[in-house]
T-cell receptor
């Protein structure tokens, strides 16, 4: 079974530029999560989807971050414009439902210079 | 606010030594509990989980954890560590009301051969 696939694995951009991350969850997983992981910290939830509906986006900085999950399958997380403080690892995870365990992708390491 | 505390940030052990990593959470309601592991260069993987029932749960690779409700704890144990257990370990709590995962800051384990 294929795991959660994220791309790109690494991204280096200049500040004020836009950037987008893509996630393809495990087939059949209705719940999709985007997490932010800073160095030396645990993952922090940015947004959770149930199918195509964002059911928890309370931690998403909506002035510069946006996400979508069209058709309830893969998802895109965008930052526009990026700031130096956005340098981190962005993790995508999925689960069959909100009550089951989450499976994580490899993450995208973003460096903003 | 809900939080998860992992008391040991760095642990160094020799092979065959016993391991116990502490995890405490602050939340008065019903929770699901998880330990995830991240091997160098790899994605977060589920080690074990507790949803209900026997508070002593067994996971992969000889790991186990005990849920002590009165102490709000979910400590991870392994009787004899191996060099291949070198990794970062994250405790996570999911509240059954909001279905939100809250992660600890992680413990970096280094096992000396």
């Amino acid at each position: 079974e294929a795991g959660v696939v994220q791309s790109p694995r690494y991204k280096i951009i200049e500040k004020k530029q836009p950037v987008a991350f893509w996630c393809n969850p495990i087939s059949g997983h209705n719940t999709l999560y985007w997490y932010l992981q800073n160095l030396g910290q645990g993952p922090e939830l940015l947004i959770r989807y149930e199918n195509e509906e964002a059911v928890d986006d309370s931690q998403l900085p909506k002035d510069r971050f946006s996400a979508e999950r069209l058709k309830g399958v893969d998802s895109t997380l965008k930052i526009q414009p990026a700031e130096l403080g956005d340098s981190a690892v962005y993790l995508c995870a999925s689960s069959i439902g909100r009550s089951t365990e989450a499976f994580f992708g490899q993450g995208t390491r973003l460096t903003v210079v | 606010a809900q939080s998860v505390s992992q008391h040991n940030h760095h642990v160094i052990l020799s092979e065959a030594a016993s391991l116990e990593l502490g995890c405490n959470y602050s939340y008065g309601g019903t929770v699901n509990l998880f330990w995830y592991v991240q091997y160098p260069g790899q994605h977060l993987q589920l080690l074990l989980k507790y949803f209900s029932g026997d508070p002593l749960v067994k996971g992969i690779k000889g790991f186990e954890a005990e849920f002590i409700k009165s102490k709000f704890s979910f400590n991870l144990r392994k009787p004899s560590v191996q060099w291949s257990d070198t990794a970062e370990y994250f405790c996570a709590v999911r509240t059954t009301g909001t279905y939100k995962y809250i992660f600890g800051t992680g413990t970096r384990l280094k096992v000396l051969a």
